[in-house]
């Protein structure tokens, strides 16, 4: 994946589920991550992908500001038939001064537009055949069936444990 050449004063990478905290990373950002991370794992229309071992890489500029990248990481041997790896894919935006509530909405967006908007094309989440949109409610960030504005689940919790 090609990454503009900015001085960074921060680069972290982790698992797409965990850890839970990170050495100096912005751990709202690490957080938000996390919770798009785990609903990441249901709710797809589109290629059987393997998302488990997927790498998030968070990269903090000295405003404040991050990008993000989403990354294939190592496919495992037991899964390798008929799946197929993440295209990677980054975006710009976050703020480490913004909520983790605020940021796991934005980066749920971000990752639902990047899937939708590439080949393979990728519906995630949907709920029958509907996307479920990313948004703030009362504080907390959740996802919504737009049509009849009804609660799904809070981002993080989408996927049966």
Known sequence: MYLPDIEYVGVWSFPIMGPDALDDAPANVVEACQAVGKDLQCRWH??????????????LLDDG???????????????SAGTSPLRGFGFGGPHTEQPVQ????????????????????????????RFLMPTLRAGRAVWVVRSTDRIVSEIGELCPR
């Open 102 to 129: 605020e940021l796991t909405a934005l980066i749920a967006g971000e990752v639902q537009d990047e899937l939708a908007g590439g080949f393979p094309f990728v519906h995630w989440p949907i709920e029958k055949d």
């Open 46 to 59: 589109g290629p059987d992908t393997y998302m488990q071992n997927c790498v998030w890489t968070v990269s």
């Open 65 to 79: 500001h991050c990008h993000l990248a989403l990354d294939a990481g190592p496919r495992p041997k037991h899964k």
